[in-house]
């Protein structure tokens, strides 16, 4: 226990040094009443992840106990490394504050709270208000991916000259997913992750093959030892093999996950919106990938949750055969194999980097690897993983309150909180669905476009989910209904927010369609005999954008759909009265006591 103690001071101190080296001044930006009304605990909702003394933890075998505390370790060092590739000021930050808090200073210490639940100096808020907690910051298309002072403008020229002078191999790791790029003279260069945070993969690569030693099940040792070992060298397709392995894994006591996904990145994807630069890249055989932000996910598999998800498996097939327009392209669920996609419920210990962020939400799920790994070239599947402790928030009066705030009394009885779970599962499979690659043209789309295709390949389907027993006919309805009431915010999103700026879309196509309406009492009323038509209708548009590559299209589609009315901005002004929420933390007890 001392020595993990010891490991996280040196990991403080490295961030004293840091900010030493850079010599920033720092000045608090939100007053303390702004402070005071946002870390509030109406405004600010906890996510609590298992306690010290959850029986998940307490039931595990001697071996697994040890291998959990080496994986939070890596979790650990993963909030570091996120947080560098975030903004470089924010380790610096970081200890600006712990000093400030040493020196008495209470506003230091409420900001402590907001920088912890955002992971960061900066972040959005369930409003889709930027929050900086530092005076003078900005947002940064590209984080710390980029150089801060790089604009899109000098980006794009940078790279056409590069590309004119023959530096395709450079130009290419710069628009890899995997490198952090900086200014070499009039030039840019990358440096691959591994080689940019080799002190902290070193040290998680170590922890992993310490836990490989100790826990109990061989598939998931093989697994960390492969990716210990891409952590070690600078090698994508050492990635791979890890990444291959780890979509196989279906009976392990424990989950451990490095997740790599690209929504924070909003630089890289501009290349294709330049003509000049876009046929340059084109003919030099470069596709563009944007940055994978790193998070790390440690937990329990959960046996009972697990069983209930596989019950899906069998159907995959069957959905991939019922995709719009599937003869014109490969996707990752085959038609006629076993499909290459395992899932599994978990019960969360640490949830750090990337998806521990609380920034507008905290994800429920995910899906990985994304279509631009390479392990899915190598005959690799996929993987869902579920967080229990995110989705089970049950509060029936706040649920109450909501549905008596916006939905037509005549639906109250048809909406069960369970019923999102069942989405969420049709959301996370419906990624494996559709066209396989090919959208990277879609440029600051892509991610919207995606995510709305996974919310109408959960919906599409549900009446041959039901004929085929996976769903009653009872449960397909809570699932239209649930998804009718939650198609609705309680702001106007930006563009920059692809899970949101998609709900926006949807709720206006639906409305569009007349499957959802308001009443005369402004209340949502649903057709439900138009859901699932509609839900179709938008897919099978959806995937024609994917299939065309092309970002104009795309921002067409978007455009057309991405519709913020008066019934909306009415809705929004309900939810408000109701919602106080403004921010989110993921607390993680049993992930604190075995750092101690």
């Known amino acids: 226990m001392i020595r993990i103690r010891n490991f996280v001071n040196n990991l403080k101190n490295k961030g004293k040094k840091i900010m030493t080296e850079m010599n920033y001044d720092f000045e608090l930006n939100l007053t303390t009443e702004e402070l005071e009304k946002r870390t509030h605990k109406d405004y600010l909702a906890p996510k609590i992840l298992l306690k010290s003394d959850a029986k998940e933890y307490l039931n595990l075998a001697e071996g697994d106990k040890q291998a959990v505390k080496h994986l939070v370790i890596t979790a650990k060092i993963f909030d570091d490394v996120f947080m560098q590739m975030d903004n470089e000021k924010n380790i610096a930050f970081k200890n600006y504050l712990e000093k400030e808090i040493k020196n008495g200073n209470k506003d230091a210490e409420l900001t402590m709270k907001l920088f912890t639940a955002q992971h960061g100096i900066s972040a959005i808020d369930t409003e889709s208000n930027m929050v900086f907690l530092a005076k003078g910051e900005k947002e940064l298309s590209g984080k710390a991916f980029y150089p801060k002072d790089l604009t899109i403008e000098e980006f794009h020229n940078i790279l056409i000259k590069m590309l004119e002078n023959n530096e395709t191999e450079e130009v290419r790791n710069i628009l890899n997913q995997r490198s952090i790029v900086k200014r070499d003279g009039e030039k840019l260069k990358a440096t691959d992750y591994c080689d940019e945070f080799k002190t902290e993969f070193m040290q998680i690569a170590d922890e992993l093959e310490k836990a490989a030693e100790v826990s109990t099940n061989k598939d998931f040792n093989e697994y960390l030892k492969l990716q210990a070992k891409a952590l070690r060298t600078a090698d994508p397709m050492l990635d791979a093999y890890a990444d291959k392995k780890w979509a196989e894994l279906q009976d392990t006591p424990l989950e451990y996950t490095i997740t790599r996904e690209q929504y924070a990145d909003r630089m890289t994807g501009t290349v294709v919106e330049n003509e000049k630069l876009n046929n340059l890249l084109k003919n030099a055989g470069i596709v563009p990938q944007s940055k994978d932000s790193l998070g790390c996910r440690v937990g329990i598999v959960n046996k009972k949750g697990t069983e209930d998800l596989l019950k899906i498996k069998q159907f995959l097939p069957m959905l991939a055969e019922l995709m719009p327009l599937k003869d014109k392209y490969e996707q990752t669920i085959s038609t006629e194999e076993d499909s290459k996609q395992t899932m599994v419920d978990v019960d969360l210990i640490a949830l750090t980097g990337d998806c521990g962020a609380y920034r507008g939400g905290v994800t429920l799920a995910e899906n990985l690897p994304n279509g631009d790994k390479l392990s899915l070239t190598i005959g690799g599947g996929r993987r869902n993983v579920y967080h229990r402790q995110i989705r089970v928030t049950s509060q029936p009066e706040k649920i109450q309150k ?30 494996s669905l559709g066209p396989k690659e090919g959208d990277e043209g879609l440029g600051k789309y892509r991610n919207i476009i995606e995510e709305n295709k996974a919310d109408m390949g959960s919906l599409a389907f549900l009446n041959e989910l039901v004929q085929a027993g996976m769903f009653t006919e009872e449960q397909k309805v809570q699932i239209l209904v649930n998804f009718a009431t939650n198609s609705f915010l309680k702001s106007k999103p930006t563009l920059n927010q692809a899970h949101r700026v998609r709900t926006v879309m949807q709720a206006h196509y639906f409305m569009k369609e007349k499957a959802i309406k308001l009443n ?56 408000k009265e109701i919602n106080k929420t403004l921010n989110g933390i993921v607390e993680s007890p049993l992930a604190d006591e075995l750092l101690k």
Do not use: C
Not at 405 to 411: G, N, P, R, T, V
């Open 520 to 575: 005369a009492d402004k209340k949502i009323e649903i057709d439900l005999d138009k859901m699932i038509p509609t839900a179709h209708k938008m897919l099978t548009e959806i995937i024609e954008v994917q299939l065309s590559g092309d970002i104009k299209t795309a921002e067409k589609f978007v455009n057309s759909n991405f519709v913020w009315d008066e019934n909306l901005e009415y809705l929004a002004s309900k939810i």
């Open 402 to 431: 909501r549905l008596d705030a916006i939905l037509d009394k005549s639906f109250h009885k048809l909406y069960k909180e369970e019923a999102d779970h069942w989405f969420t599962i049709g959301h996370e499979n419906a990624h």
